[in-house]
Nanobody, 115 residues
Framework: QVQLVESGGGLVQTGGSLRLSCAAS?????MAWFRQAPGKARELVGY???????YYASSVKGRFTISRDNAKNIVYLQMNSLKPEDTAVYYC????????????WGQGTQVTVSS
């Protein structure tokens, strides 16, 4: 069973940057970042397959970058120009094989952006 462990959350001021990491204990196919703010539904931030191309939600496009190190089974979320509305618990998720859903989740890491 693959496990995911996130790290890198914290408190940052508006306009600042953070980088989240998600280490997988085994190989994965599609890796994604989600976030959930208090009182709001969980939303997809973006995802990446085994190659370099990633998809981003419109709310973060141009500010966030997802990358992965396949040799280390780590996916990163570089967050720049952070806004208070980016405050949320961020989760990484994995689809382990093609055609499967995100059925493996990390524990989440809190990101707080102060105004």
């Amino acid at each position: 069973q693959v496990q995911l462990v996130e790290s890198g959350g914290g408190l940052v001021q508006t306009g600042g940057s953070l980088r989240l990491s998600c280490a997988a204990s085994g190989r994965t196919f599609n890796m994604a970042w989600f976030r959930q703010a208090p009182g709001k539904a969980r939303e997809l931030v973006g995802y990446i397959f085994n190659g370099p191309n990633a998809y981003y939600a419109s709310s973060v496009k141009g500010r966030f970058t997802i990358s992965r190190d396949n040799a280390k089974n780590i996916v990163y979320l570089q967050m720049n120009s952070l806004k208070p509305e980016d405050t949320a618990v961020y989760y990484c998720a994995a689809a382990l094989t093609p055609g499967t859903d995100y059925n493996t989740w990390g524990q989440g890491t809190q990101v707080t952006v102060s105004s």
